[in-house]
C-alpha cells in the first residue's frame, strides 16, 4: 500500500534531481506547439536543457514540465519506442481526434497506467471503456497485459498505447493542452485559461492500477489540478483518489466528470419512428390489450435517486405475451422510473405525457389517453416478429434517453401485468395524480421568482411576446408554467426562456420590471410596457393563435369572450375572425386581448378591471365547457347567481340586446367603475 | 403614432346608428384603427374629432387610383416599412415606356403586349399595368399623337412623360379623362402643372433632388390645390433611390414628415442596370414603376417577384383544393396528399415532375397552412381527408385504395385509414426525397 | 434641415474573414472580410458598408444538377477542377462553392475521394471556396473531417449545419480553421437558437454565416425574403446572437417550373434572370454572399451590384 501524499513528495524530488541531470537539445516534430504542456504553461518554446529548467524553475517546480522535459530528453536520445508504442502524437493526428470529440464520435479521454493484476480485470475496463465511446490511452505495463490477453489495441480500436512506463501518460496531458490551444481559444502561456479549460472542457479520467512509483505517483497526482478524477484500482491511500472496483470504475468515472453516453439505437424487434406515431392498430389486428375500460391499467413516472435505477433495466411483472392468447386483455401498470442531477419532481407530468407519443412510435404498438385511462396495444404482426410486453418498456426507456440527455442519466421502466399488482399499484399513482393536480392548482404567481416567455409565434408575428405566468397560461392553451419550464431546462437555448419577475411594479395591474424589460428586448424594442392582469393598460400582445379573444365592450361597462370556434357575428359588431385579424400580429391593443379558456377560470384574469363580474358574454359552448369549473370558482365566493348573468348567442348577439338582457339581470358589470 | 382602437372610440358619437355602415361604434373604431375606415362615414362626429381622427386615421401614404375601368390600379396606403410588419398593400403599377419617335405599329404592338399579357399563378393573373409614353421628339403635337396610338388600342392608364407643359397639355388632350399620371412637374413650374391636372383630374408626379426639396414642393403643390401626386426619385442612382425612398416610406408612416406621405414614381430606364433598378422599385417602396418592354424571362421574374413581395405575410397563398395530375397519371398511379399552403404544392410538385413519375396530387383546404402547422393546430383531419377524397371523385381516378401522406401528416396515418378505409403510406418529410421514395417504396 | 431615416440601431453586424491568402496561410489568391455593416442593406454611410459577393455553384456529381446548367456547360461538368476553373475565369464570381454532390449516392463510400476533389479545385481556382459536404447524418463524420483537412490552411466556408446535425461540422471548422454556414428553416427563432447551440460547442461567432434557407422566387421567396430583412433588424439592434453575415442560395430555383418550360431559345436567359432576381433581392434583404448556378446569372448581379457597391471593400489583396 502506497501513501499517495508522501510519494508525491519524494517524487516530485527525484523528478527534480531529474531536470538538473537533463542534457542536450530537446524537442518534437510535427507539432506547431514544441514541449506543448510546457509551452502552454510558460508561453515559451523548450529547445534545450537550459530552457527546460527555466521553464521548470518559472512554473514553480511543475511535476508536468518535469515529466514532458524529462520524457523528451528520453526520446531525444533513444529515439522513439517501437511499436506498438505511438509515443508523442503529431498535430494532425490531435485535430482529428478534437474533431471527433466535437463530433461526438469519441465522448471523452480516459488514461489507463499502472500494472494490473490480472489480464481479465483491464481487457474488461478497456471493452467498457471502448463501448461507452471513451477514446482511452494507456502508458505502462497495462499495455503489455491488454496484448496478452487478445484485446487488440491501437488508435483504430480507440486504445491507444502511448508509451511502456506511466510516465509517458504525460502524451495525455499534452494531448489536452494542445486541444485547448487549438479547439478552446487558449493562449500558450495562459495556465489559468488552460486549467479552467480542462476543468470545465476536457471530459477526461484516469485509471490507475497499483504498481506506481513515486514519481510516476506525483505525476499522476497533478492531472487533478486539471480537474480529471483519478480513480485508483487499490495499492494506493490518501490523496483525492477514489477507490473503484472492476465493475464500477468506468461508470464513477464517467459519472464524475459528467460524461454521457447517449443512446441512439432502440434494440426491439419492431421499427420504432415517428412516421408511425399515427398507425392504430384494430380490433382483428391486436394480438393482446391492455385498459381501455377492459382491465385497469395506469402509467407513472417518477424521479428517484440514482442509486435506485438502473438505466435499461426492464422488469415484467405477472404474465408476459406467451402466457395469453391472441386476442386477450391484460391489466397493465407502466411505471418509469428516472434519475439525472437535473431532473425535478415537476417534470413529471410533462416527461409522463411523453410515453404516450413513445409508445406510438412503434411499428406494432399503439397508446391512447394518459395516467389511469390508457389504452394500449400490441399488434398481431409485431408479436409474430418476437415483441414482447418487455419491449414496450425498452422502446420507453430508450426514447426517453434519446430525447432528454441533458436531464436524464438513467431510466429503468417496470411493467405490472399481474391484475392484483396492478390494482394495489393504482392506488398509489391516484395519489400521486391527486398530488401534482394539486401541486399545480395551488401554485400562485406570487409563489415564483421566474416567468416563462414563448417566441415560437415570432414565425408570422414578429413582435410577439407570450409571458406564461403558474396562473396565466399562454394564449394558446398548449403551453403551461410548468411546460415552459420544463421546456427551458430541456432546451436551454429554445423558444422557451426564464423572465425573471423583478420588482412588482403594480401587483393589481400585474406590472412588472422584469416583464417589461424581458419584453422590451424579445419584442424587438417595439413593446415597453406588459400588465400581466390587465386588458385596458398595456395588455399582452395578441399573436394569433390564441384559444379565445375578450373584447371590452364600451357600452356594457364590461367584457365579451369569443372563442376560435364560434364563427357567428357576436355583440362586439365582430366576428372571431375579424377580430383576430385586427389585433393579432403581435401587436398590443388595449381593450382586447388573446386569452386561453384556463385563463378565464384565474383570479387574475381581468384581475386590473374588477374581475370576473366584468363579464358579460360567452358562446354557449364555451360557458358549457367551464360550467363545471366556473360555477365552483363563483360557489367559493357565494356567486353561484353571477353564472346565469353571462348572456351567450341564445340570448343575444346585438349590443342593443345585451344592453336590455343586463339591464334586467341587474348585471353588476353595470354598477363597477368606468373602464373608460 | 397610430391611434388604437379604444382611444379612437373615445372621440366617437357612442349612438351605435350603424349609420356609418358598421354595427357598433367600436367596430367602426377598429376599422378606423387599422387604417381601413373613412371618418366621413360617421355623420355625427364634432368638429374636434374630426380634426384629432382625421389626421390620424387617415392612411400615411396617400392612396391614389391611377387610371380608369378594368385596368385602373390603386396605389398608397401603405402603413410599414417591412412587409413583416404587417404587409404591403397595394402592389407598384408597371407602366412600359414606348416613345413618342416609334412608329404607330411599333407603339402598338408594346400597348398590345402589355394589354394582353397574362401570367397566371396560383390562382392570380399578373399583368403589366400601363403604358408610359415619353416625349423623345420634342413636339407637342408628335408627342399627342403618340398619345393618341397608345390610347387606340387599349384602355390602359398611362404616363404622359411630356417634360414640357406645351406636350403634357397635348397628352391630356387625348387621355385627360381617363386619370393618367402627368410627369412631371419641379419647382419652378409645379404651379402650372397643378392647374393644368386639376382641371382634368390627373395625377401628378413631381420631381426633387433631396427628400427635403420633396416635401417642401409637395406642400406647394397642396397648397396650390393638387393633392394626387406621386414622388419621383427617378433621376438618381440605385443606391440613392434605396436611400431616399427608404427615408420618405419612414417619414410618412411615421407621420414626422406628412407631405412626404405620397406614393414614390421610379423610372426604372434611368440607371444602366434596367432589371436591378425594377427589382429595387419593387422591393423599396416604388408605387409607380416605369421600364423598357420587357424581355420575356424578365417579365415573369418581374410580376413573380411583385406577387411575392405584394403577398400578405400573416395569409399564406392558397391553393384551390382539388385533385391535380402530374404527368400522365393512370389507374395505378400514386395518389399523394398533402394541404393548399401554396409553398408546399409547388415545391412537392417542382420534385414529383423532376421525377417523371406520374401521379395524382390530392389538395386538401387547411386554409393554407404547412403540413406541420396544420396537423398540430388540428386543420389537416381525418374527415377532410375523406371528404376530400370522395369530393375530387380520386376513386373513380384510381384502380387502388393507397394513400401517400407527408411523413409531417404520420400522427394522423391511422385514424386516415379508419376513415377513408384506404391504405395509408407516410411518405419522407422532405419533399426533395419524394423521387427516391416513390422508386423504392410505391407498389400500387 | 436634412431628412435623414429614422431607425435607431445599436448594433452592428460581425464580421467574417473566408478565404486564406499566403500571407495568411493559404493559397487563396484573395481573401474576403464581410460584415460589419451598422444600417440596412445599401442605406447609410457606405463606409460601412461591404460589397456583397457572388457564390458560383458548381458540384462533383452532375447527375443529380440542373439539367440546364449541364446542358450550358457541356462536358465541363464532368471535370469538377476544370469547372471550377472555368467559372473563374470566364464568369468572375467572388467565390467558387463546391457541393460534394457525389455523397448523396447511396451507400457512399468513396471518402477518399473527397480530398482528392477538393485540393483539385483548391489548385484550379485562387478564389476562396465553399464546401458542402453531405446531407446524411449517417457519413457527415467522415465526410466533414475529409473536406475540412483536405482544405486545411484555406479557410474555407463549410455547409451546412442544421439544427438536428452540426457538430461534425462545427467540429471540422474548429480542427482546421474553416468557417460554417449555419441553417434554419426560415425561422428567426431557430436561426438564434442553432447559433447559440454552435457557440456552446465552441464555435465563436466571427466564424458562423446565417443562411436563413432560400425559396425560389414565386415558390416561397417571400418568407426568405422577409425572414432576412428581420434577422438583419434584429443584429441591427443588437441581437448579438443573430449578427452574423447572411449567405443566400434558392437550391430549388432551376428546377421550377418556370425555368424547365421556358422555350428552348429561352432557357438560359430565363434561368439566369430567375437566379438574378431571387439573389439581388437577398442582396437587398441583407445577403452578404448570394449564390447562382447558372453562369450567365453573374455578369447580370456583377453589374448590379457594382453599381450600388462600386468599390471592392470586401477585399483584402
Ligand atoms: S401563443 Fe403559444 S405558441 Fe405562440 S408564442 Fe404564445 S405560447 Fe408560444
Ligand atoms: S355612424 Fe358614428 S355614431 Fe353611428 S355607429 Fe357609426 S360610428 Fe357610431
Known amino acids: 500500500m502506497k501513501n499517495v501524499e508522501a510519494s508525491i513528495k519524494s517524487g516530485n524530488e527525484s523528478l527534480k534531481t531529474k531536470i538538473s541531470e537533463l542534457a542536450g537539445d530537446l524537442g518534437y516534430e510535427e507539432t506547431a506547439y514544441h514541449l506543448p504542456v510546457t509551452y502552454a504553461l510558460t508561453g515559451n518554446a523548450v529547445k534545450n536543457a537550459d530552457d527546460a529548467r527555466s521553464a521548470y524553475q518559472r512554473t514553480g517546480e511543475n511535476p508536468f514540465v518535469a515529466c514532458e522535459c524529462y520524457t523528451a530528453s528520453v526520446t531525444a536520445e533513444n529515439g522513439k519506442e517501437p511499436a506498438p508504442f505511438t509515443g508523442f502524437l503529431p498535430d494532425a493526428d490531435l485535430r482529428k481526434m478534437g474533431y471527433s470529440l466535437v463530433d461526438g464520435s469519441i465522448l471523452g479521454l480516459a488514461l489507463v497506467a499502472g500494472s494490473p493484476p490480472g489480464a481479465d480485470v483491464v481487457a474488461g475496463i478497456c471493452r467498457e471503456l471502448q463501448e461507452k465511446y471513451m477514446l482511452t490511452f494507456l502508458a505502462g505495463d497495462v499495455v503489455g497485459t491488454l496484448a496478452g490477453s487478445g484485446v487488440k489495441v491501437g488508435a483504430e480500436y480507440r486504445l491507444v498505447p502511448l508509451g511502456s512506463t506511466p510516465l509517458r501518460g504525460i502524451h495525455f496531458v499534452d494531448i489536452i493542452a494542445r486541444v485547448a490551444m487549438m479547439f478552446g481559444g487558449v493562449s500558450p502561456g495562459d495556465p489559468d485559461r488552460l486549467i479552467s479549460y480542462a476543468r470545465e472542457r476536457a471530459k477526461a479520467i484516469v485509471i490507475v492500477f497499483p504498481g506506481l512509483n513515486d514519481e510516476e505517483i506525483a505525476f499522476i497526482d497533478a492531472l487533478s489540478i486539471l480537474g480529471i478524477p483519478i480513480l485508483s484500482m487499490g495499492g494506493y491511500e490518501g490523496g483525492n483518489w477514489h477507490l473503484a472496483t472492476p465493475e464500477n470504475v468506468v461508470r464513477e468515472g464517467m459519472d464524475q466528470k459528467g460524461i454521457k453516453v447517449t443512446v441512439t439505437a432502440i434494440p426491439i424487434p419492431m421499427g420504432c419512428s415517428p412516421a408511425f406515431e399515427g398507425k392504430s392498430i384494430r380490433k382483428e389486428e391486436m394480438h393482446v390489450e391492455f385498459g381501455g375500460g377492459r382491465t385497469p391499467a395506469f402509467e407513472l413516472l417518477r424521479v428517484r435517486p440514482a442509486a435506485d435505477v438502473t438505466d435499461g433495466k426492464i422488469t415484467v411483472i405477472g404474465p408476459e405475451i406467451e402466457d395469453v392468447p391472441q386476442g386477450s386483455a391484460l391489466p397493465l401498470g407502466i411505471i418509469v422510473e428516472v434519475a439525472g442531477s437535473a431532473m425535478k419532481k415537476e417534470y413529471e407530468p410533462v416527461l409522463e405525457r411523453r410515453i404516450h407519443n413513445f409508445v406510438n412510435y412503434g411499428e406494432g404498438s399503439w397508446h391512447v389517453a394518459q395516467r389511469d385511462l390508457v389504452w394500449v396495444r400490441l399488434s398481431k404482426e409485431a408479436v409474430s416478429k418476437g415483441v414482447h410486453i418487455r419491449h414496450i418498456g425498452t422502446l420507453i426507456a430508450a426514447k426517453f434517453r434519446i430525447d432528454f440527455p441533458n436531464l ?269 | 403614432m397610430a391611434l388604437k382602437a379604444l382611444d379612437i372610440y373615445k372621440l366617437l358619437p357612442k349612438k351605435n346608428c350603424k349609420e356609418c355602415g358598421d354595427p357598433t361604434c367600436l367596430t367602426f373604431a377598429m376599422k378606423l384603427a387599422s387604417g381601413k375606415g373613412d371618418i366621413e362615414k360617421c355623420p355625427y362626429l364634432d368638429d374636434h374629432a374630426k380634426s384629432v381622427l382625421g389626421a390620424s386615421t387617415k392612411p400615411p401614404v396617400r392612396k391614389i387610383k391611377i387610371g380608369v375601368g378594368e385596368r385602373a390600379f390603386v396605389v398608397g396606403e401603405e402603413f410599414v416599412q417591412f412587409r413583416h410588419e404587417k404587409t404591403f398593400y397595394h402592389p407598384p403599377g408597371i407602366m412600359v415606356s414606348v416613345s413618342d419617335t416609334q412608329t404607330k405599329p411599333e407603339i402598338e404592338q408594346i400597348v398590345t403586349n402589355v394589354r394582353d399579357y397574362v401570367l397566371t399563378r396560383i390562382g392570380m393573373d399578373l399583368r403589366l399595368n400601363g403604358i408610359a409614353i415619353r416625349n423623345d421628339s420634342n413636339n407637342p403635337e408628335q408627342f399627342g399623337t403618340a398619345v393618341s396610338y397608345a390610347e387606340g388600342c387599349a384602355d390602359l392608364p398611362v404616363v404622359l412623360m411630356a417634360g414640357t407643359l406645351a406636350a403634357a397639355e397635348a397628352g391630356l388632350h387625348e387621355c385627360g379623362n381617363y386619370r393618367p399620371i402627368v410627369h412631371c412637374a419641379t419647382r419652378e413650374n409645379y404651379r402650372e402643372y397643378c392647374s393644368l391636372t386639376k382641371k382634368s383630374g390627373a395625377v401628378l408626379a413631381i420631381r426633387a433632388g433631396t427628400p427635403d426639396e420633396m416635401a417642401e414642393l409637395s406642400t406647394l403643390c397642396t397648397e396650390a390645390g393638387q393633392d394626387a401626386l406621386l414622388l419621383d426619385l427617378s433621376s438618381r442612382s440605385l443606391r440613392q433611390f434605396i436611400n431616399d425612398s427608404t427615408i420618405i416610406r419612414q417619414h410618412a408612416i411615421t407621420r414626422t414628415t406628412p407631405s412626404l406621405g405620397y406614393p414614390v414614381f421610379y423610372d426604372a430606364t434611368i440607371p444602366d442596370n434596367a432589371d436591378a433598378a425594377l427589382v429595387l422599385g419593387i422591393l423599396k417602396y416604388g408605387a409607380v414603376i416605369v421600364i423598357g418592354p420587357p424581355t420575356r424571362p424578365s417579365e415573369k421574374a418581374l410580376l413573380t417577384l411583385r406577387q411575392n413581395i405584394y403577398t400578405d405575410p400573416q395569409k399564406p397563398i392558397q391553393m384551390t383544393a382539388g385533385l391535380y395530375r402530374v404527368g400522365n397519371p393512370g389507374k395505378d398511379a400514386p395518389v399523394l396528399m398533402t394541404v393548399n399552403f401554396s409553398l408546399t404544392y409547388f415545391t412537392l410538385q417542382g420534385y414529383l415532375e423532376s421525377s417523371r413519375v406520374s401521379c395524382y396530387m390530392l389538395i386538401v383546404d387547411t386554409e393554407g397552412l404547412s403540413v406541420l402547422t396544420a396537423v398540430a393546430a388540428g386543420k389537416l383531419n381525418e374527415t377532410m381527408v375523406r371528404d376530400a377524397i370522395k369530393k375530387y371523385g380520386v376513386e373513380n381516378e384510381v384502380s387502388h385504395r393507397t394513400l401517400i401522406i407527408p411523413g409531417y401528416a404520420s400522427p394522423l396515418s391511422g385514424r386516415i385509414e379508419e376513415e377513408t378505409g384506404w391504405k395509408v403510406l407516410v411518405g419522407p418529410r422532405d419533399a426533395a426525397e419524394i423521387g427516391e421514395y416513390l422508386e423504392t417504396e410505391w407498389k400500387a | 434641415m436634412t431628412l435623414q431615416t429614422q431607425n435607431i440601431w445599436n448594433g452592428r453586424i460581425g464580421t467574417v474573414t473566408i478565404g486564406a491568402d499566403r500571407a495568411h496561410g493559404g493559397t487563396r489568391t484573395l481573401q474576403y472580410t464581410l460584415g460589419g455593416e451598422q444600417d440596412l442593406a445599401a442605406v447609410g454611410p457606405g463606409a460601412t458598408q461591404q460589397r456583397p459577393l457572388i457564390a458560383a455553384e458548381i458540384c462533383d456529381d452532375p447527375g443529380i444538377w440542373s439539367p440546364i446548367v449541364n446542358t450550358f456547360m457541356g462536358d465541363t461538368v464532368n471535370d469538377t477542377a476544370g469547372w471550377a476553373g472555368t467559372m473563374e475565369s470566364e464568369y468572375h464570381p467572388d467565390i467558387v462553392r463546391l457541393h460534394l454532390t457525389s455523397t448523396r449516392k447511396r451507400n457512399f463510400k468513396d471518402f477518399s475521394g473527397i480530398p482528392e476533389t477538393v485540393s483539385g479545385v483548391l489548385k484550379s481556382t485562387g478564389l476562396p471556396l465553399i464546401i458542402e459536404g453531405s446531407n446524411d447524418p449517417s457519413i457527415d463524420s467522415e465526410v466533414y473531417q475529409k473536406c475540412g483537412e483536405a482544405s486545411s490552411g484555406e479557410r474555407v466556408l463549410l455547409g451546412t449545419a442544421e439544427a438536428g446535425r452540426y457538430r461534425s461540422i462545427a467540429a471540422a471548422a474548429m480542427a482546421y480553421n474553416h468557417c460554417i454556414i449555419a441553417q434554419s428553416p426560415i425561422d428567426i427563432n431557430l436561426a438564434k437558437q442553432l447559433n447559440i447551440l454552435l457557440k456552446e460547442i465552441g464555435v465563436p461567432y466571427d466564424r458562423i454565416l446565417i443562411d436563413p ?14 425572414v432576412m430583412e428581420r434577422i438583419r433588424y434584429a443584429a441591427l439592434k443588437g441581437d448579438q446572437d443573430l449578427a452574423m453575415t447572411m449567405i443566400s442560395a434558392a437550391p430549388d430555383s432551376l428546377n421550377i417550373r418556370e425555368v424547365r418550360e421556358a422555350r428552348d431559345d429561352e432557357t438560359d436567359r430565363t434561368a439566369a434572370t430567375w437566379e438574378f432576381y431571387t439573389a439581388f433581392s437577398a442582396v437587398i434583404a441583407g445577403a452578404s454572399i448570394v449564390c447562382v448556378r447558372h453562369p450567365l446569372a453573374i455578369p447580370l448581379l456583377k453589374s448590379a451590384i457594382d453599381s450600388i457597391w462600386p468599390h471592392s471593400a470586401g477585399r483584402e489583396a
Not at chain 1, 410577439?464 to 398548449?478: D, K, M, S
Open chain 3, 213 to 226: 434557407y432560400t425559396g425560389a422566387l414565386g415558390y416561397g421567396f417571400e418568407y426568405s425574403y422577409s
Open chain 1, 408 to 676: 436524464l442519466d438513467a431510466v429503468q421502466v417496470t411493467l405490472i401485468t399481474d391484475e392484483q399488482k396492478v390494482k394495489s399499484a393504482l392506488l398509489e399513482a391516484q395519489k400521486v395524480y391527486r398530488e401534482r393536480d394539486q401541486r399545480i392548482k395551488d401554485l400562485r404567481d406570487t409563489d415564483v421568482d421566474l416567468f416563462y416567455s414563448c417566441t415560437l409565434c415570432q414565425t408570422f408575428a414578429p413582435n410577439h411576446v407570450c409571458i406564461i405566468t403558474p396562473e396565466r397560461p399562454a394564449l394558446c392553451g398548449a403551453i403551461t408554467w410548468l411546460d415552459g419550464k420544463t421546456a427551458f431546462e430541456i432546451s436551454p437555448s429554445g423558444a422557451n426562456q426564464p423572465v425573471p419577475k423583478g420588482e412588482v411594479i403594480d401587483a393589481t395591474t400585474g406590472e412588472f420590471e422584469g416583464v417589461n424589460r424581458f419584453v422590451k428586448k424579445a419584442s424587438h424594442g417595439e413593446v415597453e410596457r406588459c400588465c400581466l392582469y390587465s386588458i385596458m393598460e398595456n395588455p399582452m400582445t395578441a399573436c394569433g393563435c390564441f384559444e379565445c379573444i375578450a373584447v371590452m365592450l364600451p357600452e356594457t361597462n364590461g367584457f365579451m369572450i369569443v372563442t376560435r370556434e364560434f364563427k357567428g357575428l357576436t355583440p362586439s359588431g365582430m366576428t372571431f375572425s375579424t377580430l383576430a385579424g385586427t389585433i393579432g400580429g403581435g401587436a398590443q391593443t388595449p381593450g382586447f386581448a388573446g386569452v386561453s379558456k384556463n385563463f378565464i377560470l384565474s383570479d387574475r384574469f381581468l384581475q386590473a378591471e374588477g374581475g370576473i363580474e366584468r363579464l358579460v358574454w360567452m358562446p354557449g359552448q364555451l360557458k358549457e365547457e367551464l360550467s363545471e369549473r366556473l360555477l365552483k370558482k363563483l360557489s367559493d365566493s357565494g356567486r353561484q347567481e353571477f353564472f346565469d348573468r353571462i348572456a351567450d348567442e341564445t340570448v343575444t348577439t346585438t349590443i342593443e340586446d345585451l344592453m336590455d338582457f343586463l339591464a334586467k339581470v341587474h348585471h353588476p358589470a353595470l354598477d363597477m367603475p368606468a373602464l373608460i
